[in-house]
């Protein structure tokens, strides 16, 4: 199914229902939920998964398991969506919270296929067992260090997606627990209490999820120095340190470019 709204299909009686969808750049998909668990994957472009817990950077090829009736919001940069909405009685193992995800080749083909299944796809023979291999292979996902918590407190919460939106290397500590009427110490011990980072590592790691979307058009030297780095090799240092893999991986012109399909 291309380009169909969820709440036409969400009756259909399949725990399975595929759905692909293009994006305008910069679409903001405002805050929504699903009856159903979603595995929503981009084939381009990167997406930016806000719920009131965090927010995860999806990069390009890779996926997001959003759990059932979990309140979102998705930014789409540039994508094209291969979405699965599961039953959630189908997928006892589902997280709890967001995940971000890698797609192996087979699962990738198996969404390319799947997204052209009609509405009521037959359950015996090629369309149902590709349906249940689909779940096979997203249960074997591990997942990957693409997101930030968001604090509980509104207070926290705010600046934490103040900094997000703009992230800025000169921010410090003092001038967050200012903002809050607190003392640096006792700031920093509530933030961590809340967000599990201290707020400097917490910071350190939104830059750095910034930088994902940021290399969709810009060189590793150009981001690392928008995001204060002092040289591209510290940059890429600590981008690797902390996903695994490096910041080339996702600059301009080296992305891999998904066959254009066409809901989150």
């Not at 299944?117 to 590709?130: C, M, N, Q």
């Not at 599990?196 to 910071?203: L, M, T, Y």
Request: overall charge neutral; proline content about 8%.
């Amino acid at each position: 199914m291309k380009n169909v709204p969820l709440a036409e299909v969400d009756h259909v009686d399949r725990a399975v229902l595929p759905i692909g969808t293009d994006y305008p750049p910069g679409q903001v998909l405002d805050w929504h939920e699903h009856r159903r668990a979603q595995f929503l994957y981009g084939a381009t472009g990167v997406m930016i998964v806000d719920t009131a817990e965090g927010t995860w950077t999806v990069p390009p090829e890779r996926a997001v398991l959003i759990p059932a009736a979990t309140r979102h919001r998705v930014r789409m940069l540039g994508v094209s969506t291969r979405s699965l909405y599961i039953e959630p009685d189908a997928v006892p193992w589902w997280p709890l919270t967001c995940m971000v995800v890698d797609v192996s080749p087979l699962l990738r083909e198996l969404l390319l296929v799947a997204v052209e299944f009609e509405t009521g796809y037959s359950l015996s023979g090629r369309e149902g067992a590709i349906a249940a291999l689909l779940l096979h292979e997203i249960a074997e996902r591990a997942p990957l260090p693409f997101h930030v918590g968001i604090p509980v407190s509104a207070d926290l919460a705010r600046l934490c997606r103040e900094y997000l939106a703009a992230p800025d290397a000169g921010v410090t500590n003092a001038a967050w627990a200012a903002r809050t009427a607190m003392s640096e110490r006792a700031f920093t011990r509530r933030f961590r209490s809340e967000a599990g980072d201290s707020p400097a590592v917490w910071r350190a790691r939104a830059r750095l999820l910034a930088a994902v979307p940021m290399l969709r058009t810009a060189s590793v030297s150009e981001v690392g120095g928008r995001l204060g780095y002092g040289s591209p090799a510290a940059f890429t240092a600590a981008f690797t340190r902390t996903f695994g893999l490096p910041p080339s991986r996702f600059a301009a012109g080296r992305q891999g470019v998904g066959q254009s399909g066409n809901s989150c």
